[in-house]
């Protein structure tokens, strides 16, 4: 009577493995100087993206929801180390963008609604992105493409391990699997265009 493992549970063990493998390669060539990351990306993601994991678990999200529950404690980590290594070179639109994933997750605690929320929370998580291709335009040497096609590549996997899969439970993870694997391709686009 051998036990079997489910499919979910491979690929959240799968996501896990490949998000967190690419967190520790991608803190080390922070730390080594090789990337630098805009910090005001990462808070705002560690608000997104922790707000939409409480909704994902809610949503019936299950094993899909490890990674990002994990994740969220990396990114916010991630912000705590670039508060003294990352990029600080913060906007007016940065600023909005930080109210706004305030906003986001206040329509999720206080108003109790989560569809609305999610949809705000990746609307807002994929704005986060504005300063790190901003940044990235001028500076495509300071982002490793290959990081945000892994990070994209966990999301997918993340998606594989949904138990459930509705609105509450795709719309975050599909939106930003989509932005990772965006940026990465525009990294590579302007490294060839720049001299």
Do not use: C
């Not at 705002?44 to 404690?73: C, D, E, F, H, M």
């Not at 990235?136 to 994209?152: C, K």
């Amino acid at each position: 009577m051998g036990s079997s493992v489910d499919l979910n549970t491979i690929w959240a063990a799968l996501s896990v493995l490949v998000g967190i493998s690419t967190v520790t390669l991608y803190t080390k060539s922070i730390f080594s100087g090789d990337t630098k990351p805009h910090e005001f990306t990462w808070l705002i993601w560690a608000i997104t993206q922790g707000t939409a994991t409480a909704i994902l678990w809610q949503a019936g999200g299950g094993k899909g929801a490890i990674y990002l529950t994990i994740g969220t404690v990396i990114v916010f980590a991630i912000f705590i180390l670039l508060l003294f290594r990352g990029s600080r070179n913060i906007t007016n639109s940065d600023v909005l963008v930080l109210a706004l994933a305030l906003l986001g997750f206040g329509i999720w605690w206080f108003l109790e609604n989560p569809l609305l929320a999610v949809i705000l929370m990746s609307s807002i998580d994929v704005s986060g992105y504005i300063p790190t291709f901003r940044k990235s335009y001028s500076l495509p040497d300071t982002e490793t493409s290959a990081f945000w096609f892994a990070f994209g590549a966990t999301n997918i996997l993340s998606i594989l391990a949904l138990e459930n899969y509705n609105a509450l439970t795709l719309t975050y993870l599909v939106s930003i699997a989509a932005a990772n694997i965006s940026l990465g391709l525009f990294l590579i686009w302007r490294r060839q265009r720049t001299p």
